[in-house]
């Protein structure tokens, strides 16, 4: 008789764990997943191009409900199906219509949520954050009819957000606490470039500062009041501020949880039956927000329920590629370097292009690039391998064909 594997979370994270234990074990377990948007498990990576009009949501979508049917899992999703509670004695949860599913296992992967920040008067219509469909949709439906938006948060989820507006014919202006933008990407410089490049575009900058209130007119969003006491007029404020995982579910159900819930090398949590991955955990006190190290959860956790109990997860720093608005980031490692750390530049304003790359003792510790990433992989490489450079450091910042060649 197959175990009962009970899912909540149909996302990215959730879903990819189900699709690698299909692969090495399909017949383990009758599988029933939970997910509280009426979707299939769409690709949230990609909202930005349906905002701003490049792809549908069909386009997007990585399981479809034909996909989940095929494979005999029942998906039940929508408000209704948002699992309520988790009762880890009898091995059942709880959705909000009242229906209650037995397991064996449980797999959290309930993500994160926008990070809104207790300004005054957030408390209105027309201050979201941006993490699903629902907020896409609704911010094209205020493109329709509105004219201004504030985009709190100048990193890739801010930018993206301002990009997408732009194109939806509103008038965007993008405030960052830091004085750069994607300032945990990029230094000064290559932020420098980008703003340059997205304000020709038409996005407006206010650096440096934050929201000190929103200005409420009629419940509804009319501005916003910056620290220096500026006003800017805004129909829509949209909170790119970092993400909270979604841990309050399991933390009433009594599994250990910090500031995500805590998992082992083998993705457990503190009940040996419940596991967890994605966004929602927390690995040796390190929260995760990209999609390189949640996919690699993933694969762990399916090969330990599959029983190949020998796999362990370990976190990697990975490198970060970056497109805004068309335009080309790559950034690992340690890229600010310091006193001890030797650094190579190359600048190019002329094509728009800029790379950087920090050595210590004669090898890559972190780098730059913008404009043009295409020798990324083989700078990753030599990072990772840890290889002497002292022999190709003359031709090294110009590349891999420049490199060979001089060899």
Avoid at 96 to 109: E, N
Avoid at 162 to 172: D, S
Avoid at 232 to 240: E, I, Q, T
Avoid at 291 to 316: D, F, H, M, T
Wanted: proline share 2%; with cysteine.
């Amino acid at each position: 008789m197959k175990e009962k594997l009970v899912v909540i979370g149909n996302g990215m994270a959730g879903m990819r764990c189900i699709e690698e234990l299909l692969g090495i074990a399909a017949d383990k377990f009758t599988i029933t997943v939970f997910g509280a948007e009426p979707y299939g498990n769409y690709n949230r990576v990609l909202l930005t191009p349906v905002l701003y009009g490049a792809k549908r949501i069909d386009d997007i979508m990585i399981h479809d409900f034909a996909w989940y049917q095929s494979h005999r899992i029942d998906l039940q999703c929508g408000p209704d199906k948002a699992v309520t509670a988790i009762d880890t004695d009898t091995r059942r949860v709880i959705t909000r219509d009242g229906s209650r599913t037995d397991y064996d296992r449980l797999l959290i992967a309930t993500g994160s949520s926008s990070h809104i920040l207790p300004i005054p008067g957030r408390n209105v219509r027309g201050v979201i954050g941006f993490r699903d469909i629902f907020d896409v949709e609704y911010m094209i439906n205020k493109a329709r009819s509105h004219s201004n938006a504030v985009v709190l948060g100048g990193g890739l989820l801010g930018l993206e957000a301002a990009n997408g507006l732009l194109q939806r014919g509103m008038r965007v202006t993008v405030v960052n606490r830091a004085n750069h933008i994607l300032n945990k990407q990029l230094d000064e410089h290559a932020g420098a470039m980008l703003q340059a490049e997205l304000e020709a575009k038409g996005v407006q900058f206010c650096l440096g500062l934050s929201i000190k209130s929103i200005v409420n007119e009629d419940e509804n969003i009319a501005g916003v009041v910056l620290d220096d006491g500026r006003e800017l007029p805004a129909d829509l404020l949209v909170m790119a501020t970092g993400i909270v995982p979604n841990i309050a579910l399991a933390k009433a159900a009594g599994l250990d949880c910090e500031r995500g819930i805590i998992v082992r090398d083998n993705m457990q949590t503190s009940d040996d039956r419940v596991y967890a991955v994605g966004e929602c955990v927390q690995h040796r006190g390190e929260l995760f927000g990209l999609v390189a190290p949640v996919y690699e959860q993933a694969k762990v956790c399916a090969q330990i329920l599959a029983g190949q109990g020998n796999v362990v997860y370990r976190s990697i720093t990975p490198a970060t590629m970056l497109k805004v608005s068309g335009i080309k980031l790559f950034s690992m490692g340690d890229y600010q370097g310091d006193e001890e750390a030797d650094t190579l530049q190359l600048i190019d304003h002329a094509r728009r292009l800029y790379r950087k790359i920090v050595l210590r003792q004669n090898k890559i510790v972190g780098m730059l690039m913008y404009g043009d990433t295409s020798d990324s992989a083989w700078y990753q490489q030599l990072m990772h391998d840890k290889t002497d450079i002292s022999q190709m450091r003359e031709a090294l910042i110009f590349g891999r064909a420049v490199h060979s060649e001089a060899a």
